[in-house]
């Protein structure tokens, strides 16, 4: 069988069985929430797969536990609704036992990065050719509303009564530091941006990962509305594309520059500073895309949102396969016989 | 005047010195030159947990014992004959061990005074007729390997690491075997670097030619070959057996074997084997902890690969609620468990059998799961091959207990013929037409396995409950009470794949000795004495821990008493008990050593006053 990343390279768009975003339906009723995020992340996916050729029956979603792990079984493809926190590991025996299959993991905050934080960070760093999607609420939406590991401290939440004392983390850098070869940013009320994003995620070669801010509106109802919403969206949001200048506003009056290695927000309308002074965004560039995922942090910056990196470097089951195949040129391939009597052997008679 | 040579039926030796001295490299080279000599034998090595332990200290010492003889051998010796040791803290720890007018053939240069005092030894043992029981043999031996290299020039590192092939040498003489095995092993092993192939070789010479020209030994001894069943052999240990009984598995199966592991004492070995075998097409992942170990090798089975995770005990408490997740997917999978000593990180080195309960009831809710053990270091292969077989067959992980006395230990192996293997017949699923992930073999109850990759059986599976049939997420009471005791169902249903338990002895009598896992040598070993003796006892021994064999209950009805030795504080005792309402007598023992005959020849003794 062939990598699904070669079946797409020999029929770019001319796929034997055209499907449509309701062929990727199962029977199953959605049990979300009437109003939450994890909606719209499931229309965006059923909604880019049919534009990628992938036979049905080659994708298959796998997830820990939590309201986004849930996914697997709203999807008409194969499906596997893992243990809390072990979705990466899952999907990653599943790679490298069956380099042919498109695997994509459906994870949470918590799922992800706390209980799975170790998986989450040793799949990136292999680059095993996992399509990551994680929901990230800032809260714990199954167990009903204690603080996650991407709540922002002093959180009040059941379990944080006085505000939670934990520092976050930023998923992104996260990803980046363990080294991840392809890094980006969506959101559930940006259906466009999302969907380009799952759509670049998919092609490419090795882990990719996908932070999707998702409103739960049963715990922490509009925790990122200043970046989703049509009022205060603008000048609260940069979208990232690759080659261009980083401009945003509502008038497009307004840029990202560098001094130094800080980012600052600069106006292009004084006359101060023209487009020529902003950074332009490259998705190649590994020092950048720390830079823009610590722009979450700073204060008085627009949250970057899109593809932050995105490279291609060996993935681990190419290597796995490579060592295989070199293994069988070099002795011939295994049998009983040949295992069972290489070494040292005597006869008794 | 050439020593004369006496002939013996078996002989045991341990070799002990600092944990860098190279004992258990001794050791095996004297093993597999005495292996291929054609004698029986069984081998224990011990050693401490760190790798370097600071030198010259008792706890740092480490051992390597070997028992061979010209009849069947089944244990690693009682007591050993010759004690080779290397400084005086290796006297003074193995000691205990060497019989009464044993051997010692001791390193004089390392009993120093830095290091007699590291042994807590006031007066050097060697001068103050404290061992005269014992024929005493004080060797310099680091004197005589640097006069043996001098001319090479070589650091002083490298000669104290070439002395242990001085001992080597000696054994080879004193037992009359070849060295041309050994030098063959050091011409490969360093082949990098040829000044270390020429001072090995040197030393490995000086030392069987120091015994040959010296006239200190007495006596050399010949150890005839064992009359073993006619065959192919090799020499194997219980990680290497355990190893080649997966790919064993995989290539008869038809399937493609997934490691998934995270290296623990003592159970590394067998992600190391199975990494060698690439061209098998065996996939090895060194997860980056015990849970993505197993978790990733369910990903492989789900995949349609023979998923393996190898671990020992403690490792085994974190893979618990992936195994619950295997049982609840009902998909095919192979947990390897080396015991070692427990509880928490307990002695990673040493051996126990304290594992069992964990490994048959150890996770949350009911989730059976079939258990295998493993007996002699050889039958690992066997035992291996087995729990792929039944995990395949009935679609269920399947537990394998070894131990770290069976995964260290080695013995000669009839190779079997490739055709002597059980069929392992595989099928995935492929008909789309009315497809229901959770339907059932009408005679296994195994479910249909359906891989990611064929068209038309895009479904849905996890860690919540099932529907029967349809495999959908239900929450019923009834249904949920129907699933647990079919899952349950299943796993009993394997005792009628399972041939009938024999008994080694008589059909009926006083005493049956019950045993499992790796004590079976030493039962036998105690058995097989008191029966010459003319006393009424047998030997039964468990190799399907869960489910038992379906006559285990009507054999244990026929015997006045039954003996129970475990290394552990009762638990097998316990299962027995439990199920077949029968009282039985505990032998217990958590020393991290495995049994020693005379101990449980003690008890029978005991027993049939
Ligand atoms: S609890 Fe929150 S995250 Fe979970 S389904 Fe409801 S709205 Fe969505």
């Not at chain 2, 190893?243 to 199966?253: D, P, R, Y």
Request: glycine share 8%; with cysteine.
């Amino acid at each position: 069988m062939k990598h699904v990343d070669e079946l797409l390279k020999d029929v770019p768009k001319i796929s034997v069985q055209k499907y449509t975003a309701k062929d990727f339906q199962s029977d199953q009723d959605v049990r979300w929430c009437p109003g939450c995020g994890d909606y719209s992340i499931l229309a965006q996916v059923q909604r880019v797969l049919p534009e990628l050729n992938i036979p049905k029956h080659n994708l298959v979603f796998v997830s820990g536990i939590g309201c986004s792990s849930r996914f697997p079984y709203y999807m008409d493809t194969y499906g596997f609704h893992g243990i809390h926190g072990r979705a990466a590991a899952i999907a990653s025996g599943l790679k490298v036992a069956r380099p042919e299959l498109s695997v994509w993991v459906a994870t949470g905050d918590g799922d992800g990065l706390s209980i799975g934080g170790n998986h989450f960070i040793h799949i990136c760093r292999r680059n095993i050719d996992v399509k990551v999607i994680l929901f990230n609420n800032q809260i714990y939406g199954l167990t009903k509303g204690q603080y996650s590991p991407t709540s922002e401290f002093g959180k009040v939440t059941k379990s944080s009564p006085y505000g939670a004392p934990d520092h976050p983390f930023n998923p992104l850098l996260v990803a980046l530091g363990a080294e991840a070869s392809f890094v980006a940013r969506g959101m559930d009320r940006d259906p466009k941006l999302l969907q380009n994003i799952i759509r670049r995620a998919a092609l490419h070669k090795g882990t990719a990962f996908m932070e999707v801010y998702q409103n739960c509106n049963v715990f922490n109802d509009g925790a990122f509305f200043t970046f989703t919403e049509k009022e205060t969206k603008d000048d609260n949001v940069v979208v990232l594309e690759h080659g261009k200048p980083m401009i945003f506003g509502k008038e497009k009056d307004k840029g990202i520059k560098l001094e130094g290695f800080t980012p600052i927000a600069v106006s292009l309308k004084d006359g101060k500073y023209s487009v020529n002074d902003l950074i332009i965004h490259d998705e190649k560039d590994t020092m950048l895309s720390f830079i823009l995922a610590r722009m979450s942090n700073l204060p008085n910056l627009p949250r970057p949102v899109g593809i932050f990196y995105a490279v291609e470097r060996q993935t681990y089951e190419q290597e796995v396969a490579r060592q295989i195949e070199s293994s069988i040129t070099k002795l011939g391939e295994g049998t009983l016989d040949k295992l069972l009597n290489h070494g040292e052997t005597w006869i008794i008679k | 005047m050439a020593a004369k040579i006496e002939k013996l039926d078996e002989v045991t030796i341990r070799f002990a010195g600092d944990s860098g001295d190279g004992m258990q490299l001794t050791g095996s080279q004297f093993t597999n030159t005495t292996a291929l000599l054609g004698n029986d034998l069984s081998t224990l090595p011990d050693y401490p947990a760190e790798i370097r332990a600071p030198a010259g200290t008792l706890f740092g010492v480490s051992g390597f014992q070997i028992h061979f003889g010209s009849k069947e051998i089944s244990t690693p010796g009682d007591t050993c004959d010759v004690l080779v040791a290397m400084n005086p803290a290796a006297l003074k720890v193995n000691l205990r061990s060497l019989r009464d007018g044993g051997i010692i053939i001791a390193n004089r240069d390392g009993f120093n005074e830095k290091n007699l005092k590291l042994a807590e030894y006031e007066i050097n043992p060697l001068d103050d007729g404290s061992l005269d029981k014992f024929q005493v043999h004080a060797v310099d031996i680091t004197k005589l390997t640097t006069l043996a290299i001098q001319e090479l020039n070589l650091s002083t590192k490298i000669v104290e690491r070439s002395k242990n092939f001085f001992s080597l040498g000696m054994m080879y003489w004193m037992f009359s075997r070849p060295l041309d095995s050994s030098i063959k092993w050091i011409q490969e092993k360093f082949k990098k670097t040829p000044e270390i192939v020429e001072a090995n070789t040197r030393v490995l010479k000086a030392g069987y030619n120091y015994g040959e020209t010296t006239e200190i030994f007495h006596a050399r001894y010949e150890v005839k070959p064992a009359s073993l069943a006619p065959g192919r052999y090799r020499s194997i240990t219980g990680n290497e057996a355990t190893a080649w009984g997966l790919i064993a598995a995989s290539s008869k199966a038809g399937l493609d074997l997934f490691l998934g592991s995270y290296p623990i004492t003592p159970a590394s070995e067998i992600l190391h084997e199975l990494s060698r075998y690439k061209n098998f097409r065996v996939k090895t992942f060194q997860a980056e902890d015990e849970i993505a170990g197993i978790a990733s090798a369910i990903g492989a089975s789900y995949g349609g690969s023979i998923g393996v995770t190898t671990t020992s005990g403690p490792g085994l408490a974190l893979k618990t609620e992936a195994m619950g997740l295997a049982v609840m997917l009902e998909l095919p999978l192979v947990i390897v468990d080396v015991q070692r000593g427990g509880p928490s990180t307990g002695l990673p080195t040493k051996t126990e059998q304290a594992d069992l309960l964990q490994a048959v009831h150890g996770r949350n809710s009911e989730a059976p799961i079939p258990v295998i053990a493993a007996c002699t270091p050889a039958g690992c292969f066997e035992a291996a091959y087995e729990a792929t077989r039944i995990a395949l067959k009935y679609m269920t992980p399947v537990i394998l207990l070894t131990d770290g006395y069976l995964a260290n230990g080695a013995e000669p192996w009839l190779i079997p013929s490739p055709d002597s293997l059980k069929e392992i017949p595989v099928k995935f699923h492929t008909d789309a037409k009315d497809f229901q992930p959770y339907s059932r073999d009408e005679k296994t109850l195994a479910r249909p396995w359906a891989i990611p990759g064929t068209p038309g059986l895009e479904h849905r599976i996890g860690g919540l409950e099932k529907e029967h049939i349809t495999g959908n997420v239900s929450y019923s009471a009834e249904n949920h009470d129907f699933m647990v005791k079919l899952r349950q169902h299943k796993v009993d249903g394997i005792a009628e794949d399972l041939p009938h338990a024999t008994v080694d002895g008589d059909e009926r009598g006083d005493l049956l000795v019950v045993g499992w896992g790796g004590t079976y040598g030493a039962i036998k070993t105690a058995v097989e004495n008191k029966r010459k003796e003319g006393k009424s006892v047998s030997q039964l021994h468990i190799k399907y821990v869960n489910p038992f064999q379906k006559n285990i209950g009507e054999i244990l009805k026929n015997y006045k008493k039954i003996l129970v030795p475990e290394l552990n504080l009762g638990q097998l005792a316990l299962l027995l008990q439990a199920k077949y309402l029968v009282p039985v007598i505990k032998l217990n023992k958590v020393e991290g050593l495995p049994f020693r005959a005379d101990e449980i020849e003690k008890k029978i003794d005991e027993l049939l006053k």
